[in-house]
């Protein structure tokens, strides 16, 4: 989700103050549209980007003058961001203020409970911070079926050197954070920085990350587009397109396995024998021929293989199924020059091994075999 | 004895009529698992492979009151309220299977789990089975042979092929328990390690871990602490997996420095864990282990 | 709330299907604003009035013709329902079904947790079903942190003789209704009757109560205009405006105490001695003297009461300060021929009876006293 | 002995600033209570009567770890987070003075604190006194004294008027609850007898009831199942109240015909209850059921 859609949540939602803004396309006219909404310079103008460490790759400029703006405004809309182009830019009154802060919300995996990371030192990272004042974060879990108690709020800002007033606003916006967090199924909800402006907070940055699997109950939330995000190469993103667990890598030695352990195992394994990986595909569990097809298709088009290791231990996953995948992307393609080596164990596996090499492929019991056999191609 | 399944567990199916449900209850079935019931809204009164179908866990209970496990099979938009269903119903075991479930809703049903006192495993998971008992899960049963070996494992398919290594090798498994790739879980290493602490049947322990996460960082620091005894040897997926990738499911990644292989490898080995580099060695670690 | 509000919340905040409708004010013509919507005879003709048990009063009346449209929009527009003629009908499409359900969710008292009522025997009060099918009510508690389960729902749906898909529908309508109840506070959330069309279920009638205490968090909902709900008398509505505990009886003595159950108690002690109460009036706790004031003025002015008792036992209250309220109300008014008694005990109570008997009022410790001396006068 | 509240209990009072707060505060340590700390957010560093301000109560219970009770003045919106912030600091006894909380909030601290084993009075009360020992609320202290009379009252102005007519008539009362006049109620009269049945210095319990809810019918099904055992004397406020209309609060209506005076009268006096017609008959009814 970009800034300017988490802030308008906040402030629709959720009543948050944040500060007041326009958003501009490419090709409208910044003065124009800041002078209708009441806005003059100082402004910061931000690149609307879901790239992660936005600022420090140039992507938020300050502007004290309407000459600025217009510079500012051409800039970045030229200005790739880790790759990106911005086909918005969000331009927001400058706030003076002295100190920002830092909250984030996320879930705790071994307390399985939110919890609220919050450090007086807001501005560069949370590693940054986690890095250089480790002793500022403060960690409150937060009971998910009772939701955060106004209380606790005050203590955290206590906790991060607020005081009297400030401590009533930082509670109310940390409780709406919090809010947002578990109203959409937040895996991140964060404000970086935080201003302190007298006896109030403002959120200067607001991002929230909706965890994919819970997005049908968000019909309104647009999913990212994947290419906006700058997280993805081409290849993955046609791989997510298609439905694969796809993540390319440096290497030439195309992998594919079941189950994302298995799949990583068989990466290390081609490590090991001295290969190196250009990719994990994970087929998962259950897969039948078709999405095998599928996957090894896609494989033999990627341009960095060279060669395919494939690794299953059938469970679910039945042998004679992906052998029969196998088999049909290789019988649709046609000519195809790239060697294939598969290792087949587990849910029918003779009957997989005997399809496969009744259609010339090779097909071991044991990995490391197999892994062997690969690297003499 | 085993952990957490053997032969007095009795089953409820939820989701049976569902492709996934029906296929596994009748590979279950064949395993010897002791299935008493099924349940599917608006299918109450079918029968699937000879199990009789119910509406509501209620019902199925009611009908069944001997049972006290159950494996959940239903879409991920309802296996929330499954689980729900399955701990106010008093059931002590719940796994679920299925996958995609929101991480809220894992976290919130897990959280009344453990004020109720049920055990879940899972979500997105492959189950769990003690070998010649019961199986409830979705493994391949003929990997597994009875025997004293414990295998707790957040990979499904890394764990048959380890199972399948050590019975190869002629030893066997007390328990083997997929906790599941999920970021939250309902089991995690070190809730397992107390189960197996106090498990005779269990000579030694195989962790099967990934990166990501702090899991196996913290069953180091609980063997460290001396809270679990046994020998254990690990292997960690993922070695050669690069920072800030999800690795097929959202457990599976290495964030802001965290999770990584080298982190949990370093401490699982100063706890004197013996950290296998492929799955195939881990029969030999054990042999080691063990004769010691 | 009016039922088209409750209904428009259902529908737009939580997705519930309702019947299709219009809402028209006096004046305009029903048959232009239903041919707009696309609506067509048969349809139901509802006046928006907040009376209880409106459809036995005659406010809901079928139309099967765009001639009885005409006919029942008069003839509601110019009826008073139990004294209220109502400013808005609800013209709705006719929904054919064939088994009506009663559905209602409240705060249970001793649990302390929400509870669902529902019943296969809708259309008929819930007082009614009560008392004619007794065992068709099924009751069912909800853990307030942890929320309606799906399972639930589609139990209760069960028990209520539903089958199938109905149950699906059930349950979605009933999550929704639950989840209206606990984000607006309310004291009472109801569809009855709740309509079993097919496998569909619908509701033909909508409530929603909100706790009145809690209606600062919900600035967009209107409190209930005291006028048009029927329950209150002129003095009532007056007496509410000003902040009184009020409640017009049968009665001629005029009663006032401090504290709910002192103030009944006083109101049996009076019948009790052979008077009749006009009135119950509350000024709760630690009332100043220009509240007194406020109730004795107001008291005075009440044309039922004849003469007055006042019973006051000063805990957080304090007597003098209810003295010189009582005082400086009869100053105000200058000349009152009706009299009053006061029993004044507690905090300060020797100080308030020296002020009273300073100003000619008469002032007792002991409430028997008090009211056989009230008798006499 | 007495119940929920002795010589023992040290006391916080939040919201001790307000205009409520601070009046009580002092009547409460002139009557003899011990009030260890006062909280106010933003208040910290001042003091209300000698007695220290804090911004929190974690803070509060730091600085005076023997505190185990907390009496709450602060406004409607903001007493159900004071509330939550008693009980999570672990105090066993929260009287909640405040009136006008939404009832759905009482409902959820309320729950809370029976999940934290706190026992929370009220809210919308006057608070509770144990003569002679200490007074955790708004009532007239002078109208009590030390003695073995129970009173437990859904009342506030009613119970200092029945206290004061026991302490005339040369009797005392052992503690005094308010249980406040609100539909949901932290704790009820069943609640509250269940204590008054173990306390060796209660011998004969008042109850004083209203119109509306059950809460007198449970009483009396409570004493007939034979879980009372002590002589029970009541009085209940409403008799000419006319149905459908709140009587002053939300707990005083009733409605759909339940909740009447001669229901109540009638449960009651079916557990072997003496009910009397008004306030100033306690005395002697008490008497009677003393004597036997």
């Known amino acids: 989700m970009f800034e300017y859609e988490a802030k308008e949540i906040l402030r629709d939602k959720y009543g948050v103050k944040v500060p007041r803004s326009v958003l501009i396309r490419k090709g409208e006219d910044p003065i124009a549209k800041m002078k209708e909404a009441g806005l003059e310079p100082p402004v910061v103008v931000k690149a609307q980007v879901l790239v992660a460490g936005r600022g420090k790759a140039g992507g938020i400029k300050m502007a004290r003058t309407w000459e600025e703006v217009k510079e500012k405004v051409e800039e970045l809309f030229n200005k790739p961001i880790k790759g990106i182009v911005p086909k918005l830019l969000l331009i927001e009154e400058a706030i003076p203020h002295d100190v920002e802060l830092y909250v984030g919300i996320v879930i705790d995996r071994s307390e399985r409970k939110p919890v609220i990371l919050a450090s007086r030192y807001g501005g560069m990272d949370l590693e940054e911070i986690a890095k250089e004042k480790p002793d500022s974060i403060v960690r409150t879990h937060v009971d998910p079926f009772i939701g955060l108690k106004g209380y606790q709020a005050r203590l955290i800002g206590k906790k991060i050197g607020l005081k009297g007033k400030a401590l009533g606003s930082f509670s109310k916006f940390l409780t709406a954070l919090y809010n947002m967090f578990m109203d959409y199924d937040g895996e991140l909800a964060e404000s970086n920085p935080l201003a302190l402006v007298g006896d109030e907070v403002i959120p200067l940055d607001a991002r929230l990350i909706v965890d994919d699997n819970a997005l049908y109950k968000h019909p309104e939330l647009q999913k990212d587009i994947l290419e906006e995000t700058g997280e993805y190469t081409e290849w993955e993103i046609k791989a997510r397109r298609l439905g694969l667990a796809f993540v390319e890598l440096d290497g030439d030695i195309g992998i594919i396995g079941n189950g994302a352990g298995l799949t990583m195992t068989t990466m290390d394994l081609v490590y090991e024998y001295g290969g190196k990986p250009a990719n994990f595909l994970d087929i998962g569990g259950g897969a039948d021929a078709e999405h095998v097809k599928t996957a090894v298709s896609f494989l033999i088009e990627f341009p960095k293989t060279k060669k395919i290791f494939m690794n299953i231990f059938g469970g679910i996953t039945r042998c004679d199924e992906v052998a029969k995948g196998i088999v049909k992307a290789f019988q649709e393609l046609g000519e195809v020059k790239k060697p294939i080596v598969v290792r087949l164990a587990g849910t029918n596996e003779e009957e997989g091994r005997k399809i496969l090499r009744e259609n010339g492929i090779e097909a071991f019991v044991d990995p490391i075999e197999a892994v062997k056999r690969l690297m003499e191609l | ?292």
Chains 1, 3 share one sequence.
């Open chain 2, 1 to 292: 004895m085993a952990v957490l399944l053997d032969e007095n567990s009795r089953v409820i199916v939820q989701g049976i009529t569902g492709r996934e449900g029906s296929f596994h209850t009748k590979l279950m079935l064949e395993y010897g698992t002791k299935i008493v019931a099924g349940v599917t809204p608006g299918k109450g009164g079918q029968e699937v492979y000879g199990v009789p179908v119910y509406d509501t866990v209620s019902e199925a209970v009611e009908a069944h009151p001997e049972a006290n496990t159950s494996i959940i099979f239903v879409p991920a938009r309802f296996a929330a309220d499954a689980a729900y269903e399955a701990i106010d119903a008093g059931l002590k075991l719940v796994v679920v299977i299925t996958e995609h479930i929101p991480v809220h809703e894992s976290m919130k049903f897990i959280n009344y789990a453990k004020q109720k006192g049920t055990t879940i495993i899972g979500p997105n998971c492959p189950g769990i089975i003690s070998p010649g008992k019961a199986k409830v899960g979705i493994m391949p049963g003929h990997v597994f042979k009875p025997g004293s070996i414990g295998i707790v494992s957040r990979s499904g398919t890394l764990t048959y092929e380890i199972g399948y290594a050590i019975t190869k090798e002629g030893m066997g498994q007390s328990t083997v328990i997929g906790i599941g790739g999920d970021p939250v879980i309902g089991t995690s290493f070190t809730e397992a390690m107390k189960l197996y602490e106090e498990d005779p049947e269990t000579e030694a322990l195989v962790l099967v871990g990934e990166i990501g996460g702090d899991m196996e960082e913290r069953a180091a620091q609980m063997i460290k602490r001396g809270e679990f005894t046994k020998p254990v040897v690990a292997f960690i997926a993922g070695r050669t997996a690069p920072p800030g990738k999800r690795m097929g499911h959202a457990g599976a990644i290495i964030m802001a420095g965290t999770g990584t292989y080298e982190g949990k490898v370093q401490a699982l080995q100063e706890a004197g864990v013996k950290v296998a580099k492929t799955p195939f060695e881990i029969p030999d670690l054990l042999k080691e282990v063990l004769k010691k």
